[in-house]
């Protein structure tokens, strides 16, 4: 499985934005798909993930209320539509996918996107 992460750009406080993960491959076997970020200077955190088959969602504290993660089965994408963003939302944006794992921890994930920055500017 191939992941193609993009959509990551410079928005202020308060805007939104829309990240795409575009997976490819033996995508039919997959089970979950995540989004996680890394903050400059931080280590990688989790933000939200979802079950590919039955849409089931699960968000970080953080990002709870502001962030929605949605998937189009025909375009094999996921989104990350973020808004009432912050700049402690800054960071390097990750989609990652797996077979049998959907939940908090990264390294729980076979598949990584390249990442995509998104920059928040107060």
């Known amino acids: 499985v191939q992941l193609q992460a993009f959509g990551g750009g410079l928005v202020q406080a308060g805007g939104s934005l829309t990240l795409s993960c575009a997976a490819s491959?033996?995508?039919?076997?997959?089970?979950?798909m995540g989004w996680f970020r890394q903050p400059p200077g931080k280590e990688r955190e989790f933000v939200g993930t979802?079950?590919?088959?039955?849409?089931?969602?699960l968000y970080a504290d953080s990002v709870k209320g502001r962030f929605t993660i949605s998937r189009d089965y025909a375009k094999n994408t996921v989104y990350l539509q973020m808004n009432s963003l912050k700049p402690e939302d800054t960071a390097v944006y990750y989609c990652?996918?797996?077979?049998?794992?959907?939940?908090?921890?990264?390294?729980?994930?076979?598949?990584w996107g390249q990442g995509t920055l998104v920059t928040v500017s107060s």
């Open positions: 990652a996918a797996d077979p049998y794992y959907s939940g908090t921890t990264g390294s729980q994930y076979n598949y």
């Open positions: 491959g033996r995508t039919a076997n997959l089970y979950g």
């Open positions: 979802i079950r590919w088959s039955v849409g089931g969602t």
